[in-house]
């Protein structure tokens, strides 16, 4: 255990950045979920309102710093190519 009243209020931040990170990314997490299941029902509407609220949330995980720019925007890209798809293919 720390033992200076500074590494002491380390240990502190730490504990409660940690879940802070960790609520950030479970919420993450399960928005992806919700967003592939959307997919699998092959429902275009709802797919298409998932996703606004799925980059929604990668956007804001960015800001967090929960995940890379270039993470967020590999993810948006691959889901909206399957939106898309989804779209194309009920048309």
Same mark, same amino acid.
């Given at each position: 255990?720390? /033992?200076?009243? *500074? *590494?002491?209020?380390? #240990?502190?931040?730490?504990?409660? !950045?940690?879940?802070?990170? $960790? *609520? /950030? =990314? #479970?919420?993450?997490?399960?928005?992806? $979920?919700?967003?592939?299941?959307?997919?699998? !029902?092959?429902?275009?509407?709802?797919?298409?309102?998932?996703? $606004?609220? +799925?980059a %929604?949330?990668? @956007? !804001? *995980?960015v800001? !967090?710093?929960?995940?890379? @720019?270039?993470?967020? #925007?590999?993810? =948006? %890209?691959?889901?909206?190519?399957?939106?898309?798809?989804?779209? +194309?293919?009920?048309?």
């Amino acid at each position: 255990m720390a /033992n200076h009243v *500074s *590494s002491l209020k380390r #240990s502190k931040q730490t504990i409660a !950045k940690t879940a802070v990170n $960790r *609520s /950030n =990314k #479970s919420k993450l997490r399960g928005t992806l $979920r919700m967003m592939r299941e959307a997919l699998l !029902k092959g429902d275009v509407k709802a797919a298409a309102e998932q996703y $606004r609220t +799925t980059a %929604s949330v990668l @956007d !804001k *995980s960015v800001q !967090k710093g929960v995940l890379h @720019d270039n993470t967020a #925007s590999r993810y =948006k %890209s691959r889901l909206n190519a399957r939106v898309k798809a989804l779209a +194309t293919k009920a048309a």
